[in-house]
T-cell receptor, first 112, second 113 residues
Framework: SQTIHQWPATLVQPVGSPLSLECTVE??????LYWYRQAAGRGLQLLFY??????ISSEVPQNLSASRPQDRQFILSSKKLLLSDSGFYLC???????????FGPGTRLLVL | KQEVTQIPAALSVPEGENLVLNCSFT??????LQWFRQDPGKGLTSLLL?????REQTSGRLNASLDKSSGRSTLYIAASQPGDSATYLC????????????FGKGTSLLVTP
């Protein structure tokens, strides 16, 4: 069966510091991968999606970036965090598009 | 731009009641619609997916319907239980979103014993 992992589970970072969140999927190959953010009082918002290694599409302009160095690995990064980057970051995968998306446990980021 | 709205924002019912959660979307050009459950501080659990060509899907006590032409979906929960307490999210995949989900803000459900 397929599983999706995210780490860390919780992160507290100062403003201006770098960020790296990792997501990995097991039990499938060539999945579509997604990064979403859930900010307080707001709905889930798509940040990035990837249909293959090295293929990244961005939905929202921001100081975040994403990379897919391996088939089942998706990384969310920032060089300098902003207060507004605080939120709950969720990674998801699907076997193909547009099919059911399965979500990881999330990373809660607090920028102080 | 696709907008997804969920009503009500919050709902409290006594155990055993049947209830309906509503979801509406502005652009009917969707591939499918998914209902999720989110427990506090947790990720999302997929409940039901309805393809654009389907009218409804059922899983246990849950039934989701889709009226694509009017841009509406409902999630029906039968015989509610305290364990059903969670936030329920509706999301659609539109033809112009790169197959990414466009979410509503959710309905927070509390089922009291």
């Amino acid at each position: 069966s397929q599983t999706i992992h995210q780490w860390p589970a919780t992160l507290v970072q100062p403003v201006g510091s770098p960020l790296s969140l990792e997501c990995t999927v097991e039990g499938t190959s060539n999945p579509n991968l997604y990064w979403y953010r859930q900010a307080a009082g707001r709905g889930l918002q798509l940040l990035f999606y990837s249909v293959g290694i090295g293929q990244i599409s961005s939905e929202v302009p921001q100081n975040l970036s994403a990379s897919r160095p391996q088939d089942r690995q998706f990384i969310l990064s920032s060089k300098k965090l902003l207060l507004s980057d605080s939120g709950f970051y969720l990674c998801a995968w699907s076997e193909s598009a547009p099919e059911t998306q399965y979500f990881g446990p999330g990373t809660r980021l607090l920028v102080l | 731009k696709q907008e997804v709205t969920q009503i009500p924002a919050a709902l409290s019912v006594p155990e055993g009641e049947n209830l309906v959660l509503n979801c509406s979307f502005t652009d009917s050009a969707i591939y499918n619609l998914q209902w999720f459950r989110q427990d506090p501080g947790k990720g999302l659990t997929s409940l039901l997916l309805i393809q654009s060509s389907q009218r409804e899907q059922t899983s246990g006590r849950l039934n989701a319907s889709l009226d694509k032409s009017s841009g509406r979906s409902t999630l029906y929960i039968a015989a509610s239980q305290p364990g059903d307490s969670a936030t329920y999210l509706c999301a659609v995949i539109s033809s112009n979103s790169g197959y990414a989900l466009n979410f509503g803000k959710g309905t927070s459900l509390l089922v009291t014993p």
